[in-house]
């Protein structure tokens, strides 16, 4: 059964209701931006503790802001997806579906694959799956991701097109990918900008785990921002394969302390994971 079936309602008809009224649908839209029942299960049990009890006096004073279950339960959500990255165990993988080593419910017909949500960033994937799965309007959303409503349609759009790229995977290319590799090595060594944003499709994603921010290496998105919050690092680095890919190891000499993987589409290095975490490092099949 599709879970995502139903729109979410408009905020005021969860005013003063009881949550079990409620959670069906409130779980339905935790199912799909999580992707697992226990997450999702958990999510709307974060709300179910905050929800408003209807025989509680109000206050004297301002009129409360009305509760909003779906503001609720998108925090709890976005939360759970921030901590999934930082914690990511390998680089994501869109030639396998299921390489996001999160165990996952079978889906229903048309919803996109696994692998293909997991290919989006937290904030993209809440865009595409609050407006497109549940009729959420851009208004409401924005506030959710601190964006304008516009930042958040520009999100929702970006998602479809990940999306529809993942469902025309071509071929893995192991030639085609190390070309790029080497080229943006070579683009990084000499300070070349131009030359790596051209090697970087215009949506790209650079995607880091806990370890990696906290040492300056900063998710980014786009092909100017990723250029600029990886080149620096890439430029120091050395050839290496990373689970029979090309990738970059940093620093130059001695063991890695950060492992960039490339994932390459027709020529376009279309995301680049930045890997540092101790246990990440010794799962990867590493040579450098």
């Not at 994937?125 to 964006?147: K, M, N, Q, T």
Request: net charge negative.
């Amino acid at each position: 059964m599709n879970e995502s079936a139903a729109p979410a309602p408009p905020r005021d008809v969860f005013a003063a209701a009881p949550f079990e009224e409620h959670r069906a649908r409130l779980r339905a839209v935790a199912y799909r931006l999580l992707g697992t029942s226990e997450e999702a299960d958990a999510a709307v049990e974060d709300v179910r503790r905050t929800w408003p009890d209807r025989d509680t006096p109000v206050a004297p004073g301002p009129v409360p802001t009305p509760y909003d279950p779906v503001e609720a339960l998108t925090r709890a959500c976005l939360d759970r997806l921030r901590s999934r990255e930082s914690h990511r165990e390998r680089p994501w993988d869109p030639w396998d579906p299921w390489a996001s080593g999160v165990p996952r419910d079978p889906r229903a017909p048309g919803e996109p694959p696994p692998a293909a949500l997991d290919g989006l960033t937290p904030p993209e994937r809440l865009a595409f799956v609050l407006h497109d799965e549940f009729s959420v309007p851009y208004e409401r959303i924005g506030p959710l991701l601190d964006r304008t409503p516009a930042a958040a349609r520009r999100l929702a759009g970006r998602a479809r097109y990940r999306l529809r790229e993942a469902e025309e995977m071509p071929e893995w290319d192991p030639p085609r990918q190390r070309t790029a590799v080497a080229a943006f090595l070579t683009a990084a060594r000499s300070g070349d900008t131009a030359a790596l944003r051209a090697l970087l499709d215009p949506d790209a994603a650079l995607r880091a785990d806990a370890t990696a921010e906290r040492t300056g290496t900063a998710a980014a998105h786009g092909a100017a921002a990723v250029a600029e919050a990886v080149g620096p690092r890439a430029g120091a680095a050395r050839k290496a394969l990373v689970d029979g890919a090309a990738g970059l190891a940093w620093p130059a000499e001695g063991a890695p302390r950060l492992v960039l993987v490339f994932t390459v589409l027709e020529d376009r290095i279309t995301a680049i994971d930045a890997l540092a975490d101790e246990d990440h490092l010794a799962r990867l099949d590493l040579h450098v």
